[in-house]
Each structure stands twice: as structure tokens, then as C-alpha cells.
């Protein structure tokens, strides 16, 4: 039973860093894209980051780019995504998935296993 379970959530204040992990049991996608999503209550789920099955391209929204960073460690078949210069609307919940993809996945379709969510709260 493949499962996905993101942490690293938590309340930061606006300008600060958080660090997401997301690690995968199951089964290993050293092959797959992995990606965070992110959702606010009542709002459509939006892309975040991405990252190809062997690290090496990755995709951002235009939201986040300059302030986060996504990355893997093949190894621990985890994902990270490394939160700077927060902002008060980055506060969401951060879903990890993966991918049936290898490379540039950025809609919620192109994403078949999904995590539980982490709750992220950026106060100014």
C-alpha cells in the first residue's frame, strides 16, 4: 500500500523558513516526479513545485520561485520542499503527491498518489 506522509508544517512568522519533507513508503518512485501542491479552505488545490524522477529538472509556480526549493533524496525516496521569505499568503495546507510522470508534471491529474496534508500558517 503505497503512502505519503508529509511534515515539517507548522506556524512561522512572515519572512521565516519552513522545511516540508514528504516520505514515501510502499513502493520506490526513484523514477517518478514528486510534486507539493498547496490549498487554502474553500479554494482550488494549486501547483507549487515539481521535480523530475531523477532530481535533475524541476518546475516551479510563479508564486514561489526565488523562495522555495524542491528537492529529493533518492535514497530515503523523500521529498522536500524548503519554504524562505514566507509570506502571508502561503498560508495553506501542503499536499505531496507523485507522479505517473517522469518529468514536468504541474496539474493535479498528472499526480496519482496523494498525501494526508500539512498545515503551514504564516503570521505577520
Not at 60 to 70: E, L, N, P, Q, W
Request: glycine share 12%; aromatic share 10%.
Amino acid at each position: 500500500q503505497v503512502q505519503l506522509v508529509e511534515s515539517g508544517g507548522g506556524l512561522v512568522q512572515a519572512g521565516g523558513s519552513l522545511r516540508l519533507s514528504c516520505a514515501a513508503s510502499g513502493r520506490t518512485f526513484t523514477t517518478y516526479a514528486m510534486g507539493w501542491f498547496r490549498q487554502a479552505r474553500g479554494k482550488v488545490r494549486e501547483f507549487v513545485a515539481s521535480i523530475s524522477g531523477g532530481g535533475g529538472n524541476r518546475n516551479y509556480a510563479d508564486s514561489v520561485k526565488g523562495r522555495f526549493t524542491i528537492s529529493r533524496d533518492l535514497t530515503k525516496n523523500t521529498a522536500y520542499l524548503q519554504m524562505n521569505s514566507l509570506k502571508d499568503e502561503d498560508t495553506d495546507v501542503y499536499y505531496c503527491a507523485v507522479s505517473q510522470l517522469h518529468i514536468g508534471p504541474r496539474t493535479q491529474d498528472e499526480f496519482r498518489y496523494w498525501g494526508q496534508g500539512t498545515q503551514v500558517t504564516v503570521s505577520s
